[in-house]
């Protein structure tokens, strides 16, 4: 019952970090998508400064903790003059982190399209540009929608990290909050339902359009009622001769 009578208390707070941590999470996640397919185009380019210099962001970026990368924008940059907040800090280590991960998905997904598609492309005189961007993207995309997806689902988990750079966010607020009232079971039960009650439903939408947009995925033809042994319209057939 003390519980109950918490809740109007204890859930504003809380509410305010969730828009913070959900507003983190969505830019995050436009910023890395956008940046790792560029990323993705640039491993696939004929230069080799661009496929290198990509190669070498996407190794760095995913064989270092995004908690380490986080600190380093946040409390290190200022060393050399460059100072952020802590909510474009946290945005930029959570989209720069998970654009070499989409990256490298992305670059799976055009891969992935059949060869014959390009040279097709390319016999009916359509430009490099042309054939990327109408001919190889539309189908990769396809491709990369259902693992793409899911990493919305992971950087709104992972968004918790930008806590520790002292940023208002869910996980900040429910520490705050914890500290000042010391009803930690209580506060950190209702984090635990509100993290949940936001990436559950997301999951299961990645998972209708990872079904929805299944390569596989073909309509089935209807079945023929069978009566006595055959099909109904093969019986009536016979029956007409």
Not at 78 to 103: D, E, H, K, Q, R
Not at 179 to 206: D, R
């Amino acid at each position: 019952m003390t519980f109950l009578n918490d809740l109007p208390t204890l859930l504003p707070p809380l509410l305010a970090g969730t828009l913070v941590t959900v507003t983190v999470s969505l830019l995050s996640y436009l910023i890395a998508l956008v940046l790792g397919m560029l990323l993705a185009l640039a491993r696939l380019s004929d230069s080799w400064p661009l496929r290198w210099s990509a190669s070498a962001y996407i190794q760095f970026l995913r064989g270092t903790p995004l908690l380490l990368q986080l600190f380093f924008i946040y409390y290190v940059l200022p060393y050399g003059g460059i100072v952020v907040s802590p909510f474009v800090a946290g945005i930029l280590g959570l989209s720069l982190n998970y654009a070499a991960y989409m990256a490298e998905v992305f670059r799976s997904g055009i891969n992935a399209v059949p060869k014959g598609q390009t040279e097709a492309g390319a016999s009916l005189a359509l430009s490099n540009y042309h054939i990327m961007t109408k001919v190889v993207l539309p189908q990769a995309l396809r491709i990369v929608v259902p693992p793409i997806g899911n990493f919305f689902v992971a950087i709104f988990k992972d968004s918790a990290l930008v806590s520790v750079i002292t940023l208002r966010d869910l996980m900040f607020s429910g520490q705050l909050l914890a500290s000042s009232t010391f009803k930690h079971f209580e506060i950190f039960a209702i984090v635990a339902v509100i993290y949940f009650a936001i990436s559950y439903p997301s999951a299961k939408l990645v998972h209708y359009l990872e079904r929805y947009l299944d390569p596989s995925r073909v309509a089935r033809p209807k079945r023929t009622p069978v009566k006595n042994g055959q099909p109904s319209g093969l019986s009536d057939n016979l029956r007409a001769f």
